[in-house]
């Protein structure tokens, strides 16, 4: 018999083994295993909980002469979640409408209900339509002493599940209190065992193939120039793709999961468990300022309407990116201004070619870009400065400051801001910053 990798199987033969309804030995099986990882221990599909069930369960029809009609076969479906396990509730259809089975083998009762109440409505329904159930592997029958035996069986499987319930979570709790990660690891981190002095410690690693991509999510959010759709579009271009499941194949990251990802501080490094934040024992993959700039994007699109602010400083216009120069390819810095949630503000410069994912040189807080121009003033002439000033034939940079020959360094550090933009337009056609200094420039072209 062929049992496919379905979320929940059933073999349904009335003349299976030759017997046929109606002679009081119909019997159909229900086997389940609680969980998609024993079911995923073995090459069999069905995993090795299921076989075994299986087997034990024939041994006892065969030891009591009855007759297999068919088989419900539940992976992965928990005992907590009745309406959820369809197997089970087509094997009650089937005993409801067809009237055809007789008996219910199980392995053991904890595979049919956990806890007394459900217990109680099964059996209740099974007996008002003449239906027994029998345990393969407990002394269960409808005897007094049987009935007696299953209440208490009842009971404790209850009690156990409760008392593995409250482990689990109490186990849970403290492992997210120092740092660990509970479930399947976040997009851009991988679940992984690190088996370490015979020990299997289950923790997280980051993924080499996502992770890069999560991060330039993050960063092309923050520009604010992408909608959520558009950012989702262009990450799927780059290759960012979900994690595969058994149900579901790898595809593009949906708005929602990409909203809750630009918003959870896990990538910064912190867990939550129960409203309690910790420090993380994963790698953070984005940092403070960055995603603070990333709420602040989310924040001014909630409280307003206005998306895009035109934001003036003296080097507008004149910076372009070192990394894009040194590839060859032009990219000119433009500036934006943030202010996040606790009100603290950040002015910085970035490559124009980020939005296109194109670039890969970071952020540049405003106060390094104007020292790096001001340190490169240490390697222009007095000359230079004195033509420049002549070409501008404005009058706002004072003749007495040239007149004193200071250095052109201390003449630009005396200068307003017009001034200095004045001076930058009038001597550099591009200024080419990289790591926070200034590489290389263009000089503007004398006027004939």
Do not use: W
């Not at 924040?299 to 934001?311: F, I, M, N």
């Not at 500036?335 to 540049?364: K, L, M, S, W």
Request: aromatic fraction near 8%.
């Amino acid at each position: 018999m062929n049992n496919a990798t379905s979320s929940s199987l059933y073999v349904e033969n009335p003349l299976l083994n030759g017997a046929h309804p109606g002679t009081g030995r119909a019997t159909v099986l229900y086997l389940r295993v609680s969980s998609t990882r024993q079911v995923g221990r073995d090459y069999d599909p069905e995993g090795i909980s299921i076989p075994a069930q299986r087997e034990a369960c024939r041994r006892k029809a065969e030891q009591l002469g009855l007759t297999i009609v068919g088989e419900y076969v539940e992976p992965g479906r928990s005992a907590l979640e009745m309406s959820k396990r369809t197997a089970f509730q087509r094997m009650l259809a089937r005993i409801r409408h067809a009237g055809d089975v007789d008996h219910v083998i199980v392995y053991k009762l904890s595979r049919m209900a956990r806890n007394r109440v459900d217990d109680a409505l099964i059996m209740a329904d099974l007996r008002q339509r003449g239906v027994s159930l029998i345990s393969a592997t407990e002394s269960v029958d409808d005897t007094p002493v049987g009935q007696l035996m299953h209440g208490i069986l009842a009971t404790f499987n209850e009690y156990q599940s409760r008392e593995s319930g409250a482990d689990i979570a109490y186990k849970m709790g403290q492992k997210a209190r120092n740092g660990g990660t509970i479930g399947r690891a976040r997009l851009g981190y991988l679940n992984h065992i690190d088996r370490t002095d015979g020990r299997d410690i289950r923790t997280i690693m980051v993924d080499p193939e996502r992770a890069p991509l999560v991060q330039l999510g993050f960063e092309l959010f923050a520009i604010g120039n992408f909608t959520l759709d558009q950012l989702s579009q262009r990450l799927y271009e780059r290759g960012l793709r979900t994690r595969p499941t058994a149900r579901y194949p790898a595809q593009r990251v949906s708005i929602s999961k990409l909203a809750r990802m630009l918003r959870d501080r896990y990538y910064l490094g912190y867990v939550t468990y129960r409203g309690e934040e910790v420090l993380g024992r994963h790698k953070p993959l984005v940092d403070q300022f960055l995603f603070d700039r990333v709420q602040a994007v989310f924040d001014a699109r909630t409280t307003s309407g206005e998306r895009r602010r035109t934001h003036h400083h003296y080097l507008k216009g004149t910076l372009y990116c070192g990394h894009c120069h040194q590839a060859g390819v032009a990219g000119r810095m433009i500036i934006q201004h943030t202010i996040t949630r606790r009100r603290d503000e950040y002015t910085y410069f970035f490559c124009r070619n980020r939005q296109q994912g194109n670039c890969p040189a970071p952020y540049v807080n405003v106060a390094i870009a104007e020292h790096a121009v001001e340190r490169y003033y240490t390697t222009v002439s007095h000359q230079q400065v004195a033509d420049a000033v002549a070409r501008l034939a404005t009058g706002d940079i004072a003749s007495n400051e040239l007149g004193q020959a200071l250095p052109p360094v201390q003449i630009y550090r005396i200068c307003n801001d017009d001034q200095r933009q004045q001076l930058n337009h009038a001597i550099f056609c591009r200024l080419y910053l990289a790591d926070g200094r200034i590489t290389n420039h263009e000089p503007r072209s004398a006027a004939p």
